[in-house]
């Protein structure tokens, strides 16, 4: 039992340093309470066209309609990755399931030859070398393009996703810099993907002068536009292990969000009343507060990991029991 509780306390501390050195590379993060500015404070701001603000995953989201509903990032050079760099796009997804049609959830890229940048493309399969991918509902695509298709990375799940299923879903596309389509990585809810390659042509340069858009390519209204929900879109320019991916989906799976407000001053306790260090203070008073409790009817024995600012203490959430065990340790 010792042993367990010992191996168990590892992965929560390998778990946590992970998400430590995650914020580290993060470049923006969108978390889109309220509106659509960068929370990660480095400024690249989104600029809404027609997407509405409406209950998300965690807090707040955007609703995108399909038609012409975008959001364009500011500061595009923040983005400009070339074939040579590392980056990972993070983002929870809620497509209307209704509506399977090719749609692009986010893109640095604009809807004309030659199409340079990248895209993350959904209900989307790639096909051979020399012919135009296909619609394929619950498919994935990463594309990398300097000349499309001469000139390009197309990487496609091997099978359908959870895409259409009516939940949210989290998904983490990483790419590591080789040039290369095996350099390519899928995940959906902290599981990697198997992947299929189209495409493995790039020899170079994916630069352009296009903004990162949410909910369609540059410009919108490309007959490619989102139609559902997007929230908390991270983008990073490092790629990640299987256990950090693992943990960043843990990290918003198992958030509290009870929306309670103790102290009445019309802002719920957590995240958006400042001092609360962390999702069980609901009060602000540095005491656990036992009323924060699961409630979307999750599976998982362990849950939600959180490391309390200037406390020697993991909190774990056990929502099969609906218990909160504090677990002290020595040194952390």
Known sequence: MKRGISVLLFLILVIVLSLNFISADLISHWSFDGNADDSSGSGNNGVVSGAILTE????????????????NIINEASFDFERTDKFSIALWLKPDSADTSTQVPISKMRDASPFTGWDFVINYKGSIPGTQGSNKPGYLTLQIVNKYSNNSIEVSTSSPTKLNDGNYHYY?????????????????????LPLTITRDNLISSILNNYKVTLGDRDGGDTGFSYKGLIDEVKIFNRTFSDLEINGLYLSYLYQCNDKIDNDADGKIDYPSDPGCDSAIDNDESNVINATCTDS???????????????EKEFLIMNRKINVLYLLEMAVI
């Open 172 to 192: 983490v596309i990483t790419y590591d810099s080789s040039s290369s389509a095996n350099g390519v990585k899928i995940y959906e809810d902290g599981e990697k």
């Open 56 to 71: 998300g995953k965690s807090n707040q989201a955007y609703k995108f309609d399909g038609i012409n509903d975008y959001i």
């Open 296 to 310: 979307d009817g999750g599976k998982d024995i362990i849950q939600r990991v959180l490391l309390q600012k200037k």
